[in-house]
Structures are given as C-alpha cells and as structure tokens.
C-alpha cells in the first residue's frame, strides 16, 4: 500500500481544519490521508483496498481517534476537575468486543442498557466496577447479572427497587446504586427550555425524589452511591450542562442529608459532533470544563464535599472514528429533478436518515478531491422510499464500482443497523498503522435463517 504521511489538504468539501486535540470537531478521522495515487486512506490503508478486501458495505474504525478521544475525556477531566473523575463510555452509540477492550485499555468506564451491552463489556475485558446498568425496564435477569458482576445499576424507577430487593437475598453484600431522576432540562439542538416536570420515560420524576432517596435508606441491601441525570444527544450548546450541575448538586445535598454516602455525580452524555461542514460543536476540552467548573461551583455554593465526576459520552466518542463504505450500482436519472445513484446498503446499516432525517458527508475513496460537478440523491437498496443516506450530494460523477465513504457513522450506526429486507450485517475492520483487522464478521444470508424454525406440517406444502 502506497501512503503518504500528509494531512488531508482541506479542500471540497473539506474545509473544515483537523482539530487534534477533539476529534469531534472534524469530519473525518485524524488518520485521512491521500495515499501515492491520490486515494483516501485511514490508518494508512487505502479505502478502496479494504472495499476490495472485505467487501462493502464495510464500518471501518480509526484506533488512532478513537484512542485520541478517550484520551481527550480523560485528560480534559484530569486537567479540569480538581476531584477524582472518570469518564463512562455509552456502549449504546457502539457495542463490540474491540470496542470495549480499546476503550478499557484507556481507562475509561462503560454505560451499559442490556445483558447483551453486558456479557460485550465483561468479555471485552471491562472492569464489572466500571460498570453502570442503565434502563428503564430492565429485567430481573439483567439486574442479577449485573449485581453479580459488581456492576453499579442505575435505580431509574420503582419497579428496579422492587426487583432489586426481590432478588437481595443472593446478594454478596449491599448492591451499587446510582440513582437516576429527569433533572427537568430538555434540550434541542439550539435551545433549551427548563420545566418542572418532563414528559420523559427515563428517570424518577423530580418530584419524587426525596421520597425514594428516603425510602432507600430503609433498604440494607442497598448503598446509594451516585446520582444521574442525561439531558440529551447531539447538543452543541454548553448552558443546559451547566444548570444540570446545579440541579444534581442540589439532589446531592439532600441525599447526603439523608444520610446516603453519596460519591459520584453523573452528568450524562450528549456532546454532539460534526456532521456536516456547518455544525460547529463545542471541543470536548470546553465541553468537560464547563461542565466541572459548574460542578465545583455548584457544591461549593452549597457547602458539599466534591463529588466524583462521572460524565457518559457516547457518540462523541466514537462516531468520527468510523466510515462506512459502499459500492456504488445502479443510477437513475430524473430530468428536471434529481438523480439517484444506488448503494449497496442503506437503512439497515445506518438508519438515521430515515429515522432522525440526519445528514452525512461522503466522498469517492479513489477520487476526493475530484471537481464535485454532479448532484446526486444516495438511496439505499432497501424496499422503502425514503432509504435515503444523502440528499442532494455533490459529487465527482460517480459510476458502478466506485467506492463511496460516507464520514462518522461510528456512533448509532451499527448499534442501531436491522435486517430489514433480510439484508445481512456488514463487518467491521478497525485500522491502525497500515494494519487493518477484522472486528466484526459480515453475516451471511443462511445467517439470517438460524432462529428461524419450520414445523414440519408446513414442510413441502404445495
Ligand atoms: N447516557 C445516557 C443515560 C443516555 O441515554 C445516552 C444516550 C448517553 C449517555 C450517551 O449520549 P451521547 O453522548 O451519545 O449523546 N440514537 C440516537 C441517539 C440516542 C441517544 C440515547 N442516549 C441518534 O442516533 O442520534
């Protein structure tokens, strides 16, 4: 493979400068180069070559800006925050054993919502006190699964209590619990609005909160040892995390009052990242000193000893690290309204388009910096319409067989894909160094067909 050590030159559509030291202000992983012939390599392996090798659609993760945001949480923690602090990877924005065990090696923690986020942390060789159990229905199994690892459950209602102390008997001792409440912060992507109650599943409503915190101090076998609150996803603004502070440090006060021995502060996730050129999020650098300056201010207002600071960052974390490639196919022009160009994916890899109306960027692998002279509609291959993953796109004319790379789909891509239309998972290759190994296999159609049972008074009918 040839490859060249320069950066990327910022050109069409790129003129978005890398931001080393946050990875979420860029569109594309600090590794994109032009390799010898001019064609966009990650990890120092041309794209097109991976298409080639593995085939499409592939998800491809950059270790490099993966590891580099992992280290950007923790030293912007280490550097803002003077008490102890962990940040706790979201394994919801993408669950693997890879994935896991590069966020383990760099120290971080892991947010899981399920027995199968779980059994991926604990086998991906992260810490079981590293662990948080989120949900909002979560099953006795998933709980007693969690307990028995150490894991610290994230109390989000009664029925966890409930279940919680059905199950305490088999319990080792007291279990872990945070507890979670709506903080009353409802965020949008350029507003917020602050209301007393929130229509939201997650969470006790706030109202309730010193009822449960006083109901828990009846309760032996359990220990209250963090509170949580989550505004959002995708928030370039700062000031909502801000008032989260205030509003936690407050349920700290009375928690502690009440006697529970209260130690971490969670203050969720929900750092947005860049898209397209025109989202501009904060760095994560602003992002963790605002929200530990608020966290300091706020319990020094209140007189209450500094808590650990917990934060959740899910997407931000790893979705500029990924890109998923495809192979371009069929094209259909439409005069006078656009052209559709077809890929060999769509929303069962990525589902966000149809789902959130999200918007992406892509280039051809082999021609980056090509005049991008034609606009074109990527549609999905799926049976449905609105299978779109780019809209109104300008790109060099592209022809079958051309690669196409469509930037941060690291986060909530895989996570979220389905088989819809029985369409098989595409693998995962994690690159580093000119180095390029399989994460995740591609399914197989006969795959697909493994839970599927036919009683045999339906066999040879017909
Ligand atoms: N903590 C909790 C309790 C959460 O519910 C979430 C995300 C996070 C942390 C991580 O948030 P992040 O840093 O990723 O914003 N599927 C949607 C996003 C759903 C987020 C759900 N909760 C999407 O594709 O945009």
């Known amino acids: 493979m040839v490859t060249s050590r320069e950066p990327l030159a910022p050109s069409r559509p790129f003129e978005v400068d890398q931001d080393l030291s946050s990875p979420n202000r860029n569109l594309t992983p600090l590794t994109t180069r032009l390799d010898g012939e001019g064609r966009l390599s990650l990890g120092d392996c041309t794209l097109s070559d991976l298409a080639r090798r593995y085939g499409t659609p592939l998800y491809v993760l950059d270790e490099t800006t993966l590891r580099a945001t992992c280290r950007a ?38 947010d899981a919502v399920s027995a ?26 998933e709980l007693a699964l969690a307990v028995a690892h150490g894991v610290t459950v994230v109390a989000d209602n009664w029925r966890d209590l409930e279940l919680l102390a059905e199950l305490a008997p088999s319990f080792p001792g007291p279990a872990r619990l945070m507890l979670r409440f709506t903080p009353g912060i409802e965020c949008h992507t350029h507003e917020y609005i602050r209301t007393g109650h929130l229509d939201s599943k997650f969470g006790f409503d706030p109202d309730q909160l010193e009822a449960v915190l006083r109901h828990l101090t009846t309760c032996p076998w359990a220990r ?3 509170l949580h609150a989550h505004i959002g996803s995708q928030i370039f603004e700062l000031q909502p995390h801000r008032d989260l502070a205030a509003v936690l440090a407050d349920a700290l006060a009375l928690a502690r009052s009440l006697g529970h021995p209260v130690e971490d502060l969670n203050v969720g996730g929900g750092l947005g990242i860049r898209y397209v050129a025109s989202d501009d999020p904060p760095s994560i650098d602003a992002w963790v000193r605002t929200v530990a300056e608020a966290v300091v201010e706020a319990c020094r207002e ?31 022009p439409i005069p006078g309204l656009r052209t559709y160009l077809s890929v060999d994916g769509g929303m069962s890899d990525n589902p966000r388009p149809i789902t959130y109306q ?3 960027t892509a280039l051809l692998a082999d021609r980056p910096m090509a005049e991008p002279n034609e606009t074109v509609t990527v549609a999905g291959k799926h049976c449905e319409s609105g299978d779109v993953l780019l809209k109104d796109l300008a790109l060099p004319p592209a022809t079958a067989g051309d690669v196409l790379v469509v930037f941060a789909t690291g986060a909530y891509n895989a996570s979220m894909g389905s088989n819809y239309n029985r369409i098989p998972r ?37």
């Open 73 to 110: 949480y923790r030293e912007a923690l280490a550097r803002h925050y003077p008490g102890e602090a962990l940040a706790i990877y979201a394994s919801k924005a993408n669950s693997s054993l890879a994935i896991t065990a590069l966020v383990a090696a760099e120290g971080l923690g892991l």
């Open 116 to 141: 199968g986020e779980l059994l991926t942390a604990f086998q991906g060789g992260m810490a079981g006190e590293r662990i948080v159990l989120h949900g909002n229905n979560k099953s006795r199994e």
């Open 224 to 226: 209250l040892t963090g």
């Open 302 to 332: 209140r007189g209450l000893v500094l808590p650990r600071l917990l934060c959740e960052p899910g997407r931000s974390l790893v979705a500029t690290a990924g890109v998923t490639l495809y192979e371009v196919g069929s094209r259909k």
């Open 358 to 360: 999200s918007q992406y």
């Open 426 to 462: 595409p693998a995962t290759v994690l690159v580093a160094e000119g180095s390029a190994e399989l994460v995740q296999r591609r399914e197989q159609p006969e795959d697909l067909l493994r839970y599927d049972v036919l009683p045999s008074r339906l066999r040879y009918l017909g």
